[in-house]
């Protein structure tokens, strides 16, 4: 996390844009009459939103603990089920690669 001046930012917007995309850093913003302000991707701001419903409950945050629980012990194994249109779509692709089309 780095703190900055308002004027700073506006000085080096793409540098430090470019940086927190880059690094999913936080950035710090300091205004005068002591304001400050939070600067962070799109994506790293749906992620702590993601998380914070995702453990809005307490039901469903002691579901997501024991899950984590379950899988550090090594009881869970992955698997991913693809809808099946997706999962043609990507056969196709890997059967070109291996003919060397794609």
Known sequence: MKTI??????????VHLESLNRD??????????NRKFVVITLTDYNSIMETFHL???????????KGIEEQN???????YKLPLRK????ARG???MRRGKA
């Open 87 to 90: 999962a043609k779509a990507i």
């Open 24 to 33: 999913h850093d936080v950035l710090i913003l300091t205004a005068s009459k």
């Open 55 to 65: 453990l809005s409950t307490n039901a469903n945050a002691m579901r997501l603990m």
């Open 5 to 14: 001046t308002v004027t700073d930012f506006r000085a080096n917007i793409t």
């Open 73 to 79: 012990a090594g009881a869970i194994m992955y698997s």
């Open 94 to 96: 890997t059967r070109a």
